[in-house]
């Protein structure tokens, strides 16, 4: 059974720092995409990031220069490293997955291929 887990999420002051990961299990991590995503209070999700089984990456814009996406398919993880945080990073951040690069990176995943979300919280 296909399986996402957040994790790496807390509270963090504005400025700080914070890993997130994305531990996969139910399935091989190399073929697939995986995007991560953001919901604040209030706020419709957004995409924050996504990577290919290949490495390509890309970020919304008000994260640039500070997120960083990578992956790890030995360990079967693909991580959010995110510097210089600010208070409207404040959200639950979930993981997604898909074999399609670009469907992930829409967020146009099924919902069995959701994680359930790491809070992250930043205060000023």
């Known amino acids: 059974q296909l399986q996402l887990v957040e994790s790496g999420g807390g509270l963090v002051q504005l400025g700080g720092s914070l890993r997130l990961s994305c531990t996969a299990s139910g399935f091989t991590l190399d073929d697939y995409a995986i995007g991560w995503f953001r919901q604040a209070p209030g706020k419709e999700r957004e995409g924050v990031s996504c990577i290919s089984s290949g490495g390509s990456t890309n970020y919304a814009d008000s994260v640039k220069g500070r997120f960083t996406i990578s992956r790890d398919n030995a360990k079967s993880t693909v991580y959010l490293r995110m510097n210089s945080l600010k208070p409207e990073d404040t959200a639950v951040y979930y993981c997604?997955?898909?074999?399609?690069?670009?469907?992930?990176?829409?967020?146009?995943?099924?919902?069995?291929?959701w994680g359930k979300g790491t809070l992250v919280t930043v205060s000023s």
């Open positions: 997604a997955t898909s074999l399609s690069y670009s469907r992930v990176c829409s967020g146009l995943v099924s919902s069995g291929y």
